[in-house]
């Protein structure tokens, strides 16, 4: 089992569609969870840091389910420049080290 | 401005020869880390640092070399015993490591002629 697995995609949805990602991590012990967004060619830039009681930011909403082990990110009003790949990362416990899911790429289409 | 420099932007290297990454940041962060990402993949780690004069592997550290004589600095090398060294090169600091957000310079894509 990988570390970090996400569905790669793509997800094509239409504008004003919602969609969610799921990501699901190995270690149990995993304390920090983020979602990154990359578009082609550029670096990875925060999208949102994931807390155990869920987080909102405008149309995005992250979530942590540590029974199941995975975190969640629903967009809501999908708009084009939505369209990314949105990369889930997983601290490795007792190290300075990240573990970077394969993203999953999301095209929103007009 | 604070944040992270990477140079070059684009750089062509013939088989053979070493090459080094410059990785610079004004964000007073103390550990600063490598990655490597190939096309479809995710990112994987070359070397990290948690301090100045310290520095461990990453999950693929072979044919790559690091300093981290400055807090400032993180240079890369890529020396000719890396055997596919054609990909996008991404430089990352920390406050802290570990529990703290990641924050990219905008990576350096080389390729091997």
């Known amino acids: 089992r990988k570390e970090v697995e996400q569905d790669p995609g793509p997800f094509n949805v239409p504008e004003g569609a919602t969609v969610a990602f799921n990501c699901t991590y190995s270690?149990?012990?995993?304390?920090?969870f983020f979602w990154y967004r990359q578009d082609c060619r550029k670096e990875p830039k925060l999208l949102m840091s994931?807390?155990?009681s869920g987080n909102e930011d405008g149309r995005f909403t992250a979530q942590l389910n540590r029974a199941s082990q995975y975190i969640s990110l629903l967009i809501r009003d999908s708009k084009l420049s939505d369209s990314a790949t949105y990369l889930c990362?997983?601290?490795?416990?007792?190290?300075?080290?990240?573990?970077f899911g394969t993203g999953t790429r999301l095209k929103v289409l007009a | 401005d604070g944040g992270i420099t990477q140079s070059p932007k684009y750089l062509f290297r013939k088989e053979g020869q070493n090459v080094t990454l410059s990785c610079e940041q004004n964000?007073?962060?103390?550990?600063m880390y490598w990655y490597r990402q190939d096309p479809g993949q995710g990112l994987r780690l070359i070397y990290y640092?948690?301090?100045?004069?310290?520095?461990q592997k990453g999950d693929i550290a072979e044919g790559y070399s690091v300093s981290r004589e400055k807090k400032e600095s993180f240079p890369l090398t890529v020396t000719s015993a890396q055997k596919n060294p054609t990909a996008f090169y991404l430089c990352?600091?920390?406050?802290?490591?570990?529990?703290?957000?990641?924050?990219f310079g905008p990576g350096t894509r080389l390729t091997v002629l």
């Open positions: 994931v807390y155990s």
């Open positions: 270690n149990s012990a995993s304390q920090s």
């Open positions: 640092s948690q301090i100045v004069n310290d520095f």
């Open positions: 990352a600091s920390t406050t802290s490591g570990g529990a703290d957000t990641q924050y």
């Open positions: 964000l007073n962060h103390d550990a």
């Open positions: 990362v997983v601290n490795m416990p007792g190290t300075y080290k990240y573990i």
